[in-house]
């Protein structure tokens, strides 16, 4: 394995990594956001 291969792969892992962590901040921004929407719909 040369130094290219080993950095490409270095790289596809930071991405898979960050791009995780992206989808989980996503949803849970997603689901704060529904469960306050819920809350204002049951207390009207």
Same mark, same amino acid.
Do not use: P, Y
């Given at each position: 394995?040369? %130094?290219?291969? $080993? %950095?490409? +792969? $270095? @790289? *596809? %892992? &930071?991405?898979?990594?960050? =791009?995780?962590?992206? +989808?989980? @901040?996503? &949803? #849970? =921004?997603?689901?704060?956001? #529904?469960?306050?929407? +819920? *809350?204002? &719909?049951? #207390?009207?």
């Amino acid at each position: 394995m040369d %130094l290219d291969e $080993g %950095l490409d +792969i $270095g @790289f *596809q %892992l &930071a991405h898979r990594s960050v =791009s995780s962590r992206w +989808i989980c @901040f996503r &949803a #849970s =921004s997603a689901n704060r956001r #529904s469960t306050r929407l +819920i *809350q204002k &719909a049951m #207390s009207e």
